[in-house]
């Protein structure tokens, strides 16, 4: 073919692999997230979830709230912080359960076989766990705050916004990685994600503070999500927001990075020997 017969190509119609690839890895990820919330859908309607999920755990913050203020001036106030904090971390750890709905659903072969990457699927598969744990963490807070005498202003209630969106997510990625864990044993889901958020309830500080609980647990809480965010959102809302709040967010974020390197590397695995030794649900 000689240069003159040769197509030619304008610069703006060729797009870079990798912005096609980012792309793609988005509209995957896009997908599995509305597959997710649709199913969430199923399960509650904005009414029930209200008066029904919503109540309950504003129940559970508002009963150790009441403790609280029977232990003495100031324990009210740690004590909602604390509980409704975990709250939102609670439904990080929930991804530990929802992620093996595919295996349940019958639908990870078709995950495993397909030429997209399973990790990315279940990664976004999920996704619906961190508005609900926000909004439950954040609404108990404002109605609360009267009862444990706690004064709220705009800006605390953004920097607190974000600092619940912060723990959510670094919770969801611990979350993902023992879902990854108990992909193929369904049966320890539950066990699973109730030990891990026991454990958090005990070093991470939303009962009593890290310190309280001797160096050697104090030191396991650090590697955990939420030790560093609820210490950020106590600063916040005792209007001593500052560099070292700043600090620990970066703290969290870098904590919740490990985690999620750990559960993609974990899934990642998992699907690359199920398609080389034909063990396409994840079974071996």
Not at 250 to 267: K, M, P, S
């Amino acid at each position: 073919m000689s240069g003159e017969d040769a197509p030619t190509i304008a610069k703006g119609d060729i797009t870079p692999a990798t912005s096609s690839g980012f792309a793609r890895r988005l509209r995957i990820l896009g997908w599995a997230a509305r597959a997710g919330a649709a199913d969430y859908g199923t399960v509650f309607t904005w009414k029930t979830w209200l008066l029904g999920w919503f109540v309950r755990m504003l129940a559970q913050v508002l009963f150790f709230t009441t403790i609280g203020q029977l232990l003495g001036p100031g324990q009210a106030r740690y004590l909602l912080i604390g509980n409704a904090v975990a709250l939102v971390a609670l439904h990080g750890i929930f991804a530990t359960a929802s992620t093996t709905w595919e295996l349940q659903n019958g639908t990870l072969p078709l995950l495993v076989a397909s030429p997209s990457s399973p990790s990315l699927v279940l990664l976004g598969r999920s996704l619906f766990w961190l508005p609900d744990g926000v909004a439950c963490g954040l609404g108990a807070i404002l109605i609360l705050a009267p009862v444990a005498d706690l004064h709220l202003t705009v800006a605390r209630v953004a920097l607190l916004a974000a600092l619940l969106v912060l723990v959510a997510t670094t919770s969801y990625c611990l979350g993902l990685f023992l879902g990854s864990l108990v992909l193929t044993a369904a049966d320890l889901r539950n066990v699973v994600s109730n030990a891990a958020f026991t454990v958090m309830m005990i070093v991470c500080g939303p009962e009593v503070p890290a310190s309280a609980v001797g160096p050697v647990l104090g030191r396991i809480g650090d590697f955990l999500p939420l030790t560093h965010g609820l210490l950020a959102i106590r600063e916040v809302l005792a209007a001593e927001a500052g560099a070292h709040t700043a600090a620990l967010a970066g703290w969290e974020t870098l904590v919740g990075a490990c985690w999620l390197a750990a559960a993609v590397t974990a899934l990642t695995w998992r699907a690359r020997r199920s398609r080389r030794d034909g063990a396409a649900l994840f079974l071996t």
